[in-house]
């Protein structure tokens, strides 16, 4: 350990301010704009280690969302190298180090061989933004292709390309060289296992790529990129149905554009049959773009491409130069986060864990109905809660009143997304072990339990309302019902923590 017990418990006791007091500061100077887990009742995160964090009062949360401690908050490994390098040489990449020429090798041993070439960017906007110039200047075109409820960054560049952003009402307008197709969601989007039982859902869902790359060319204004999250998350936890990409791939090439893959969220092993989550439907990008996890905590990623489109970036004669971009620090932490998931085993770990989960939950779905659909690569999953099964009606306020039970009553932290907010999204540091997910299942049962008893109690209040003001009864039912509940949970909470 790079840091004793002692001197990490004093860096938490040395916590400066109250809760009360965090709060106060941050709303006068954190711009209001900045997302805030929990809003009402945020979560002070003092210390985490492993799967877990620590709050200012020592309670302890299981951590299922945070792809980004990727081999677990503060591995000592990644700590240490990280802290060594740091008292040894921080400066830029226009120097030799071996920390830069060693994770640039190992990261391109990992891929297929096409792609060898690499450059090193602090965030996953900048490896997004970079993947545009490059395709871009390679194809001297503008125009890109992404996909509906896409997130790629919040840089101006990649903001245009995020449809999860600028299709919220104060988003700003779709430029026209940006192109959206629908997202590959069989369960939920334009072409569904239900609407379309036995089709291919893959061919279905390349289509209208094919159509916008046809439709370009007739304007005389070809396509430069397609990008896609090889499973997208903020879309809602979506696996792309078989054969998605192989025909989506196609269709932009032959129309001499490349292909983008954003593995933001579900690079390095968390979907556990692979390294790369583009590898489990066989296809080889152009351009691949890596952040999050690969530094377990501290900003960095990198652009991954081939030979030739790294070589026409070049031959602009304008040099390509990023002050934290691969400096020895992020490099030397990343080296150590592939180093771990090697000896770790944690790829193999997703892949066994992810099986569990996924198993787990299905058969959670023969008890409660509020549970539509479940799916998942290793420790990557979705929950799709509905309303109403059959009709496969997403419910929002239901995926919210779990993620904020799960958070105040059982301490496990989940969140929820895609299109209408109704996925609890699962995506835990890839040490989480079986233990974990049986207390995740556990609280998750208690949660549906409660949801659909609520449920059945709001379908009798209906039954047996007058039907003059139905609707007002059954809202004040459902809200009376929720506010006892927060005020349960709130008293629950005090009543754990005076123990
Ligand atoms: C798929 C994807 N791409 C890109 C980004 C942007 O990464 P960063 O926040 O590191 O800039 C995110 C962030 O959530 C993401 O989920």
Redesign the pocket.
Known sequence: MPFTCEQQMQAVGSEQLCKSETIKLRNKHIGQACQLFYRSDPLKIVRGQGQYMFDEEGTRYLDCINNVAHVGHCHPEVVRAGALQMATISTNNRFLHDELVQCAQTLTAKMPASLSVCFFVN????A?DLALRLARNYTKRRDVITLDHA????LQSVMEISPYKFNQPGGEPKPDYVHVAPSPDSYAGQFTDKLYPGADLGALYAQPIAEICERQQAKGQDVAAFIA?SLQ??GGQILPPPGYFKAAYDAVRAAGGVCIA?E??VGFGRVGTHYWAFETQDVVPDIVCV??PMGNGHPV?AVVTTPEIAQAFHATGVAYFNTYGGNPVSCAIANAVMRVIEEEGLQENARRLGDYLLRQCNELKYEFDCIGDVRGAGLFVGIELVSDREARTPDTNGAHWVVNRMKQLHHVLVSSDGPNDNVIKLKPPMCFNEANADEFLLAFRECLACLCRDREVEAASVAVAPVMGMTNGVIATAAETLANKTKMFERQDRLIKSV
């Open positions: 965030s996953g906007s900048e997004n997130y790629h960054g919040h999250e998350s903020c954003d933001v969220q952040a999050k990623g």
